[in-house]
Structures are given as structure tokens and as C-alpha cells.
């Protein structure tokens, strides 16, 4: 009885042994699974990260591939258009540059623009400063965008517009300010001005690609009260003069055209009266006593042809003898 009781026993611990054994094994394929399922993310993490990578160029922008290692360290001529693009974090880098149209202001509102006061200041050839607002539109060629990265070694494109740019656009200001009068830029000439600050801006942006749009004041010139008025003053004294000159200009056209008039009627009179005075020789020339007598006799011949046969009668008055003439028929 007790090897009856002792087999059982055993052949049962044997079978709960077994399925643990089972269910062991199978948990230590699924960590080992798990394991290498970890280290191949962590692998994919690393390679993608360090050795390989993709990204992607949106529209309206353009990449720069910049080599960090190797003997081709830089920037690669070539840019990257749009797309997908995939390179390897430890040998290169890609940056993004817009190339659609930019837009700044610089401005002493602080609520136009930047929070801050970044009005342009420059002096004129008299050395008298002058404050401007101002708004400049620029774009960077896709092709020599490697060109403005060599140059500049920057990434992000407000670093350059509110720092390099806006360097060369107040050195072109006082530049050019510097050959006008306060007058000149305050005045008629202002466009003439800004058409040269923007060409010399041009000039200095060339060699990187960068292309100027726009360049303008926003508002007028700010200058001293006095100056203001002066010039402001002397603009409406301008006009003024001008204006006479054209009401006088006017008034001698007005007497030109009079004295124009009475000449042309003094001719056209003289002209008459010589035409007439020539009648009046002509007909004087023309009667002669043979013309004369032949009109006599076609006188008398109408008074014959118009009598009616009747004789002349003869009445007694006071005062004497009437002879009475015979009518005509009608």
C-alpha cells in the first residue's frame, strides 16, 4: 500500500514540474523577444539618429547640405530642392532657408514691427541727423543659397535681417544722405534718394544671391520742428511764385491776343478801304464824255418807253403857271 501511495505522489509533482518548466521556457523566449525587440529600436534609434536620417524640404524653401567631416567640409554647392532628402547625422547636416519674399520694418512704433524702437537714423551733407522709418523687401535666390551660407554662416534668417542686413542698410543710408541736403531728402528729391540707397543696397547683396524687392521710407523724414517749417515755408513761397507767374504768363497771353485782334481789324480795314478807294479810281477812270452821253440817251429813252401819251397840262394859281407833268402808268 505504501508504494501505491508513494507512485502516484511522485508522477504527480513530476507533471506540475513539467508545466512550469513549459510556461518558463515560454516567458524566457517572449523577454528574449522583448530583449531584442528593445535592441533593435534602440539599433533603428541610433542609426537614424547617427548614421542615417531623412527629412523633409517643404515648398518655398531650399536646404543646404553641410558636410562636417572628411576633406569635402563645408557647404555643398549643389542646394537641395524640395522633397524628401536623407543624409547621415554624423557626416552631414541639412538647413532650411526660405526663398519666398521677406518683408521688415524697422520703425520707431513699437507696435509696427519689433516691440522696440528701430528707426534708421543718418546725417545729411549739412550734418544735420535725420530719422527715418523704413520697410525693405527681400528674397534669396534658390541657386546661391550655398553661396549666402559660405558668406554669412547663418542659420536662422532673422539673425541676418535684423542684424547683418540691417547693418548695410543703415551704412548705405548715411552713405548716400551724405551727398544731399536735408532739403533734397526731405523734399522733391526723396525718391531720387531711395532709388540710390536701394542700388547700393543691391550692390552689397549681390554676391550672396540676396535680391532687393522694395526699399522706401514709411512716412516722411523726421527733422527738426524749425528745419520742417522752414522747408515747408519755403515750398508754398515756391508755389506761390509760381503761381503768379502763370497768372502774368496768362494776362500777357490774354494782351497778346487782344493787340493780335485790333491789328488783325486795323489790316482787315485798311484792306477795305483800299479796295474801295481802288473801285473808286477804276469807275473814275471809266467815265468818259462818250460814256457819259450814252448814258444820257438811255435815260431819256426810258422816260419815252415809260410815257403813256398823255400831254402836259397847264393850271393857273396865285403864283403863277403850273404845268403839270404826265403820270406814269404804272
Known amino acids: 500500500m505504501f508504494e501505491n501511495f508513494t507512485g502516484p505522489t511522485i508522477n504527480g509533482n513530476t507533471g506540475r514540474n513539467a508545466n512550469f518548466d513549459a510556461q518558463l521556457q515560454r516567458s524566457r523566449g517572449l523577454l528574449k523577444i522583448i530583449g531584442l525587440g528593445f535592441v533593435l529600436l534602440i539599433a533603428a534609434l541610433i542609426f537614424f539618429n547617427y548614421i542615417a536620417s531623412i527629412t523633409r524640404i517643404g515648398a518655398g524653401y531650399v536646404g543646404v547640405e553641410i558636410v562636417l567631416s572628411g576633406s569635402q567640409r563645408g557647404a555643398s554647392e549643389i542646394p537641395i530642392r524640395t522633397g524628401w532628402v536623407f543624409y547621415s547625422p554624423l557626416r552631414s547636416q541639412i538647413i532650411e532657408f526660405p526663398t519666398f519674399v521677406q518683408t521688415v520694418k524697422w520703425t520707431a512704433n513699437l507696435n509696427e514691427g519689433r516691440a522696440q524702437n528701430e528707426e534708421m537714423s543718418y546725417n545729411s551733407k549739412e550734418g544735420m541727423e535725420i530719422y527715418s522709418d523704413v520697410s525693405l523687401s527681400y528674397a534669396i535666390d534658390p541657386r546661391r543659397v550655398p553661396d549666402f551660407y559660405v558668406k554669412y554662416r547663418v542659420s536662422d534668417l532673422d539673425t541676418f535681417t535684423h542684424g547683418i542686413l540691417r547693418d548695410i542698410v543703415r551704412n548705405s543710408l548715411n552713405e548716400v544722405a551724405s551727398t544731399y541736403s536735408v532739403e533734397q531728402i526731405y523734399g522733391e528729391q526723396k525718391a531720387e534718394f531711395l532709388g540710390k540707397v536701394q542700388a547700393l ?5 549681390d554676391p550672396v544671391g540676396v535680391g532687393i524687392q522694395q526699399f522706401g521710407f514709411i512716412g516722411a523724414p523726421r527733422v527738426p520742428q524749425v528745419i520742417a517749417q522752414a522747408i515747408t515755408n519755403k515750398a508754398q513761397a515756391i508755389q506761390a511764385a ?4 502763370n497768372e ?16 488783325g481789324e486795323a489790316k482787315a480795314a485798311v484792306t477795305r478801304a483800299q479796295g474801295e478807294s481802288e473801285a473808286n479810281r477804276i469807275r473814275q477812270t471809266s467815265l468818259t464824255p462818250q460814256l457819259l452821253e450814252l448814258r444820257k440817251i438811255e435815260n431819256q429813252k426810258a422816260l419815252i418807253d415809260r410815257w403813256n401819251g398823255a400831254l402836259p397840262t397847264v393850271q393857273t394859281g396865285n403864283g403863277g403857271l403850273l404845268m403839270e407833268l404826265p403820270k406814269m402808268q404804272q
Not at 509760381?242 to 507767374?245: I, L
Request: positive net charge; glycine residues 0%; without cysteine.
Open 201 to 205: 543696397i543691391q550692390s552689397k547683396m
Open 242 to 245: 509760381e503761381q503768379a507767374r
Open 248 to 263: 502774368l504768363a496768362k494776362t500777357q497771353a490774354e494782351a497778346a491776343k487782344t493787340v493780335a485782334q485790333a491789328e
